[in-house]
DNA sequence: AGATATAGGTATACAGACCTACCTACTCCG
DNA sequence: CGGAGTAGGTAGGTCTGTATACCTATATCT
């Protein structure tokens, strides 16, 4: 089987300790070591669960995605009108954000690392798989809203994204996710509209 | 005096040279015999001219916020309605894409550092500032255009601020800037109701 | 011209990176 | 039980990074 919960699998303390020490420091400053100290494993460990340092990165960028897919899932459950499930998107996000380890906010943990990746990175596909995602959730909404302009839906789910990943990176850089309910704001004053 | 010219300065060498590397390849991605190299100079100049990786990492930032700040001059000269002098704005972002190197479009240098840089480091109150310049410069026209109601200029500036800058990081994602245009048509379009 | 500062170039200290090796111990499973 | 797989722990190997030292050569300034 995958790995039936021995106590709690090495797997997933070295994932989620890279987890906490990626996002804040880096993932070029974060050293290998580091990781597994923190863990508290045996580097045996790390190299027996994972294949290399890419491979725990690539594991890392997958987790995150998925955690805010989760995220994302919840705040849907509550969400009725497409209106609601558009903002609920960017619910999600500041859920997301929320997930602050020991150094403070720093933004979106998928983008500062796309932003450190090299171009030919493997990993950087994952974060754009996750921001086409993220843009197809918003356009399934909008495309209800206007069912007989699907160009003004698809102009509308861009704008709304990138306002998203424009407060994301704002926020960020000011360590504060206060952006997002901005955005979210924002957001809402665009739809009224419609 | 600072440095008269002599042939074409070690300093700016380097910093020519830093600039490529970083922004290809990130600043951890970077090491110094790189930036010597690339330079043609000897190591010693490098920290005849810094005193050590980080202030050249810090003029480096520098002078790439002051690149773009004479971009922006060069784009305001044109502009003489304020709707054109926001759009110059947007302009002058397209205009500092054009600055790509050899490993191609990687979005916004200065963000993109931020987002390698940890949270302490003084490297990151340049890119602040940056940015804080960028929305004061989306602020001024707005409250030309909107004498009476400043805090829908501001939010409207913060709102334009944040297009921006998800477009650029959207961008640098996907390696091209198409998405700046798209954002250019996206604050025309916000415009056209004032 | 002579003094001072800057440059080239190589060698090197020193730390940290990623990864492997070896040995021991526990646990799972037929 | 006995063997296989996983884990802990330490040690080491190789490479790369930042920064300095030393010596020589060139350029600038009085």
Known sequence: MESPQKTTSAHDKLLRAAAALFYDNGIGGTGIDAVVQRAGVAKKS????????????????????AEWLALNDARQEGAQTPRERILAVFDAYRDHAEFAY?????????????????????????????????????????????????????????????????????????????QLLEARAMAADLLVTL
Chains 1, 2 share one sequence.
Not at 162 to 173: D, H, T, Y
Request: net charge negative; aromatic share 6%; charged share 30%.
């Open 102 to 178: 020991e150094r403070g906010f720093r933004g979106c943990g998928l983008l500062n690392a796309a932003a450190e990746l090299t171009a030919d990175d493997p990993g950087r596909q994952v974060v754009r798989r996750h921001k086409e995602e993220v843009e197809a959730l918003l356009l399934a909404p909008l495309s209800e809203l206007l069912p007989d302009d699907p160009a003004r839906a698809g102009r509308l789910a861009r704008q709304l994204s990138f306002l998203l990943e424009g407060a994301m990176a704002r926020a960020g850089l000011e360590g504060s996710s206060d």
């Open 46 to 65: 790390l190299y027996n669960n994972f294949t290399s340092k890419a491979d725990l990165v690539s594991q890392y960028l997958e987790a995150r995605h």
